[in-house]
């Protein structure tokens, strides 16, 4: 207790500290590629969420019905299965009267070449009735496509913080519909002097003092990134450190400090 009383004076009494405000590294303000209506909100503002999770749901009867239908067709192998029949049963035909006329004199050559005709067109017909098929198993795809459009989920795991419209409300694409973040771990961006700037290099260990209504806090971090660029107007250069916030306890948003040793 002794130790963190005394790292934590020696940290309030850091020479140089560099301002800056903190920030979630994950957050996303996710909206639908697809006009609708909200149907159902499967989500809560304040819940967690995982990866894939539901958050909300609009209106998607005509899409699962067009699920429905061209699932139907895309199972239908009818059409292949006369096809092949057909094929097999002319492909028979015409290799038995090939063999009559290489053998025997009991077929006309007019015969084998209508015979192989026959053959040829059912062949054709299989490889149409095939990619007919094909052709409507895309279908399926393209509608199953259509109906995730309807389907706002989490693009990773987080907090759901905020709904911008509610069940029952209509939505254009694109327009902000909830708003995710994950503060388990955050960024802290300060913008220093360029002469300064020079004393931080990337991958360095930093402390980092942040406020709070309670008092500062302290934490570890670590520089992320130093912007290869100066600002022309302040000369200024962007110094980003990441560090941990399992446990939530650090709100993203606060301001705090960079603490130089």
């Known amino acids: 207790m002794l130790l963190l009383s005394l790292a934590f004076a020696a940290a309030m009494a850091a020479p140089s500290p560099y301002e800056g405000v903190t920030e979630p590294i994950q957050q996303a303000v996710i909206g639908s590629t697809v006009a609708g209506k909200i149907k159902a909100v499967k989500a809560s503002e304040g819940e967690r969420v995982h990866k894939g999770d539901t958050l909300l749901v609009l209106e998607k009867d005509e899409e699962e019905l067009n699920v429905a239908i061209t699932k139907v067709v895309a199972e239908n192998t009818a059409d292949i299965l006369s096809a092949q029949q057909k094929k097999t049963t002319f492909e028979r035909d015409y290799k038995a009267t090939k063999q009559l006329f290489d ?11 209508e015979k192989e005709l026959n053959f040829k067109t059912a062949e054709a017909e299989l490889m149409k009735a095939q990619a007919l098929n094909e052709k409507d198993k895309l279908e399926n795809s393209m ?10 989920r989490a693009p990773f795991d987080g907090i759901v913080v905020k709904h911008h419209k509610r069940i029952a409300e209509s939505v254009q694409a694109l327009e902000p519909l909830v708003e995710v973040v994950d503060v388990r771990r955050c960024r802290f961006t300060s913008y220093v002097l360029a002469n300064l700037a020079q004393g931080f290099h990337k991958g360095q260990d930093v402390s980092l003092q942040l406020d709070g209504a309670a008092g500062p806090r302290l934490r570890k971090g670590k520089i992320s990134f130093i912007s290869p660029v100066v600002d022309k107007a302040s000369m200024l250069r962007v110094v980003k450190v990441v560090f941990e916030n399992g446990d939530g306890s650090i709100e993203p948003g606060v301001t705090g400090r960079v603490l130089l040793p």
Request: without cysteine; charged residues 30%.
């Open 103 to 113: 053998n025997s004199n009991s077929v006309s050559e007019e015969q084998v070449w």
């Open 143 to 152: 509608a199953k496509v259509q109906l995730e459009k309807r389907i706002i």
